[in-house]
């Protein structure tokens, strides 16, 4: 009997089945948990029924969500944000856990650090209290966000029950265009198949323009996975996959990682394998992207016009397109590239590593920003590796503030927000209504099309202005 | 927490799509503990005049019924203790968020999902009869509209299993006990490299 072809998705799920129920609910085993400072809910679950952690050595606790962007040589200032940031280090420290804080050399947000530290492997079950968790299955690995509860469950017995989603594969083949990026790639797929497009599914992106892609941008791609619906996005692992794993501090070492490099050449989707489901996209097709709206589902062409809610046939769909456009102040029918910006922000869990830096620097060399704007790095070695290549020179001397890595104005619970009203050009993953503040309006685009935004002050075509 | 298992109470309509769970709960409230009681956190920005979670007809509604894609966004738990602690007890939509689902039923905040038509139709009665109640009925799976009528829909055994009992899943698991060490032992030659040796 010849064994049924199964995608990369079945073979990791497979391998993970610890007991089944007669319902079909599977006991996975979890292979990383990853906690930040919004993990006191679940520790005091765990402690409150006096349970400890199952296994604390493929736990590890990493400050990210509250750390300041500004210097860090004095204490954090606001009470309460300080208190997240030691309960995170207390609660590691009595569980035994390896902590990554405020001052440890290799911090930055967690979705940014453990690929960059070897913690992130193929064909490992990743658990984090956070939904942008999507992120590392850009390895191979099915990684996704729970809740505290869930959390408060892998703390004790290191397994989670879940039902064993659909699959949706996206095929994009083709050559992505110059100055587009793996953001404009994944914006592309969320406007096609919407924010809940792939709601109960795990993706699995394939084809041409993927396989070409950095490990930095199939991180992007896999991170915004959740704003397509999907729990869990992932990318067969290949040798670029391997070449960026080998050396890292935590990664297998020598004949293990030999070993393991043959387990995970094992892992891509058979040929013949099945999905429910199965999308193809141009690469060549595919324009820098902004969002106009509330919803990631807003992507489009820079070059397109504002909608009309007028054209939509639906009343309750067009009302929710007003409401929409009222939020962000804008007029039907207005180019995107008339609309103007109070400021930028370059950073995040989807765009704050090294390589979309550098698309950003390239823009702005040699340019001034009209408006003010933060960068903030992924991590202290991605803002190492920033100012050794003077990345860090040309964002000053463009007039935006250099920040220290964390997660900063994408989500505002350090304090970094976008003022109400203002208009912010941003790299991040999320334009939902008060995401960057209280009536913030938030456009999203990848760091090129940023930093082209900064320069001229309002939404731009970055092919338009090119890059040193 | 607490079981739920058959619910008759005023439900109230939200004809927005892509409600996310920064909007049920803004982010500068999950620093708070629970003992804070989240109720009043709930949808904090959006509370502008003709909200209808604030229109008197329709208080102590513990069953909202909205549009597509409800509580996607950050997994943060938040989102449900706000919508529990304000006295919801289920919500109706055409989809949910897959984490807010995952989390609502771990707090015994029911979800159930309907066809986008039926959940129209069925914030349109609401618009019209405010303050109106609708039935729902765990067991044996049915929700039943002002006008009477009933709509039948699906739920995960588990869930619904959970839910009824009020059942907490780590005590659940932990009979699987020796599974998961018989697993855990023979992963050790499986995957020797899974426990990282540096520090």
Known sequence: ?468 | MDPFVTLTAPAVPLDIANIDTDQLLPARFLKKPRSAGYGNFLFHDERKPGFPLDVPAYTGAAVLVTDRNFGCGSSREGAVYALVDAGFRCVVAPSFGDIFAANAAKNGLLTVTLPEDAVAALRRQLQETPGATVTVDLPAQTLTAPDGGALSFAIDPFKKECLIEGLDDVALTLRHQDAIDAFDRADVTARPWLVPDAR
């Open chain 1, 1 to 468: 009997m010849t064994e049924q072809p199964r995608s990369l998705f079945e073979k990791v799920w497979d391998a993970h089945v610890v007991a089944t129920r007669p319902d079909g609910q599977a006991l996975l085993a979890i292979d990383r948990h990853f906690l930040h400072e919004g993990s006191f809910h679940a520790f005091g679950m765990i402690d409150h029924a006096n349970r400890s952690v199952r296994r604390p050595e493929l736990t590890f606790a990493v400050a990210d969500h509250y750390v300041p962007s500004h210097s860090r040589a004095k204490p954090i200032a606001d009470p309460e944000i300080a208190n997240m940031v030691t309960m995170l280090e207390a609660n590691a420290g009595r569980h035994g856990l390896r902590h990554f804080g405020l001052h440890d050399p290799a911090q930055g947000i967690v979705h940014v650090l453990a690929p960059e530290q070897g913690l992130t492997l193929p064909g490992l079950t990743i658990v984090c209290g956070d939904s942008h968790t999507s992120t590392h299955g850009a390895f191979g690995a099915l990684a996704f966000g729970i809740g505290a509860t869930e959390v408060s469950h892998v703390l004790a017995t290191q397994t989670l029950w879940q039902r064993r989603p659909k699959t949706t594969r996206i095929t994009v083949d083709g050559a992505l265009g110059a100055h587009v990026t793996a953001k404009d790639l994944i914006l592309a797929v969320i406007g096609a198949i919407g924010a809940d497009g792939a709601a109960g599914h795990v993706i699995e992106y394939a084809g041409s323009a993927i396989r070409a892609l950095s490990m930095e941008g199939r991180l992007t791609v896999c991170n915004m996975s959740i704003e397509a619906g999907a729990r869990a996005g992932m990318i067969a692992p290949d040798d670029t996959t391997f070449a960026w794993i080998e050396g890292r501090h935590y990664a297998p070492k020598g004949e293990m990682f030999d070993r393991a490099v043959a387990h995970w050449r094992t892992l891509p989707s058979d040929p013949g394998a099945v999905f429910d489901r199965e999308v193809t996209l141009d690469a060549a097709a595919i324009a820098p992207s902004v969002t106009w709206g509330t919803s990631p589902e807003t992507a489009v062409p820079v070059t397109a016009a504002v909608p009309d809610p007028g054209a939509e046939a639906d009343p309750v769909r067009a009302g929710q397109m007003r409401k929409m456009l009222d939020y962000m102040g804008l007029t039907p029918g207005m180019a995107l590239e008339d609309v103007a910006i109070d400021r930028v922000f370059i950073g995040s869990c989807t765009n704050a590593r090294l390589e979309d830096l550098r698309a950003a620097a390239a823009v702005l060399r040699g340019r001034r920003a009209v408006v003010p704007g933060l960068v903030v790095p992924g991590s202290v070695p991605v803002r190492q590796q920033a100012e050794a290549e003077g990345l860090d020179r040309v964002f000053i001397d463009a007039g935006l503030e250099w920040g220290q890595p964390g997660c900063s104005m994408c989500v505002g619970i350090n304090g970094d927000l976008v003022p109400a009203g203002e208009r912010c050009a941003s790299t991040t993953n999320r334009n939902f209504p008060g995401r960057q503040g209280p009536n913030a309006r938030t456009h999203l685009m990848s760091p090129a099309m940023a930093a082209a935004a900064a320069a001229t002050g309002k939404l731009t075509d970055v092919r338009k202005l090119g890059a040193s």
